[in-house]
């Protein structure tokens, strides 16, 4: 056992408005289900971290999906992820840690990153270009125009060496996502190309967009 995926979805979707995105139907599957499925495909073990609330609800079906184990989250994402690492077993070099919000994401993109860290690197992020001009506010007035070529917008999954995703998190805090825990350590974070139909869903116009891009892809 090499691989394991810790699959986040110990929110409960506050900016959502209503019933946890994770919990939402697309097609014919709950949100989480997608991303379950895709990473037993790809790694040796797959963890799924839940909100403590909807726990008892939903933790024997996501076992029944293939799930090997199901824990509790904690009060920020990284807290959850942090309860996920505590059951990644011991033989296991390599972690993926993925938002079960992002439903879309292939399992060419999990492979794409587990062959980056395969080939020496130890932490690594897909990203995709920025298309738009960006600009930096301050006061509610335009505070100067960023080089969007320089810049990238991050997703998941996001691939580690265990051991230094272990030490981030027992070093830092609370960050919006792994690799920034990774970076305050002095590490590289190599970078792989993304995928434009990985949206995350946030809002219930997210959830419109991911079932049209998912009957697109079809």
């Given at each position: 056992?090499?691989?394991?995926?810790?699959?986040?979805?110990?929110?409960?979707?506050?900016?959502?408005?209503?019933?946890?995105?994770?919990?939402?139907?697309?097609?014919?599957?709950?949100?989480?289900?997608?991303?379950?499925?895709?990473?037993?495909?790809?790694?040796?073990?797959?963890?799924?971290?839940?909100?403590?609330?909807?726990?008892?609800?939903?933790?024997?079906?996501?076992?029944?999906?293939?799930?090997?184990?199901?824990v509790i989250g904690g009060f920020s994402r990284?807290?959850?992820?942090?309860?996920?690492?505590?059951?990644?077993?011991?033989?296991?070099?390599?972690?993926?840690?993925?938002?079960?919000?992002?439903?879309?994401?292939?399992?060419?993109?999990?492979?794409?990153?587990?062959?980056?860290?395969n080939n020496g690197a130890k932490a690594v992020?897909?990203?995709?270009?920025?298309?738009?001009?960006?600009?930096?506010?301050?006061?509610?007035?335009?505070?100067?125009?960023?080089?969007?070529?320089?810049?990238?917008?991050?997703?998941?999954?996001?691939?580690?060496?265990?051991?230094?995703?272990?030490?981030?998190?027992?070093?830092?805090?609370?960050?919006?996502?792994?690799?920034?825990?990774?970076?305050?350590?002095?590490?590289?974070?190599?970078?792989?190309?993304?995928?434009?139909?990985?949206?995350?869903?946030?809002?219930p116009v997210d959830l419109k967009v991911a079932?049209?891009?998912?009957?697109?892809?079809?």
């Amino acid at each position: 056992m090499n691989t394991a995926a810790i699959i986040v979805a110990g929110g409960v979707g506050e900016r959502f408005g209503s019933y946890p995105k994770q919990f939402q139907i697309l097609g014919s599957k709950m949100v989480i289900t997608y991303s379950v499925e895709v990473a037993l495909t790809v790694v040796d073990q797959v963890i799924v971290v839940l909100p403590q609330e909807y726990f008892e609800q939903f933790s024997t079906v996501l076992k029944e999906l293939g799930a090997h184990k199901v824990v509790i989250g904690g009060f920020s994402r990284s807290e959850s992820v942090r309860n996920g690492l505590k059951e990644v077993d011991s033989a296991v070099r390599e972690v993926l840690v993925h938002d079960a919000a992002r439903p879309l994401a292939t399992k060419a993109l999990y492979e794409r990153v587990l062959a980056k860290l395969n080939n020496g690197a130890k932490a690594v992020v897909p990203v995709i270009d920025i298309n738009d001009t960006v600009k930096r506010i301050s006061k509610g007035r335009v505070d100067m125009t960023l080089d969007r070529s320089a810049l990238g917008l991050a997703q998941t999954p996001q691939g580690f060496d265990k051991k230094l995703l272990a030490s981030a998190h027992e070093s830092f805090g609370n960050a919006t996502d792994d690799s920034t825990l990774v970076e305050l350590l002095g590490y590289t974070v190599d970078v792989v190309p993304g995928e434009s139909e990985n949206i995350k869903i946030t809002k219930p116009v997210d959830l419109k967009v991911a079932q049209t891009l998912m009957d697109r892809l079809k």
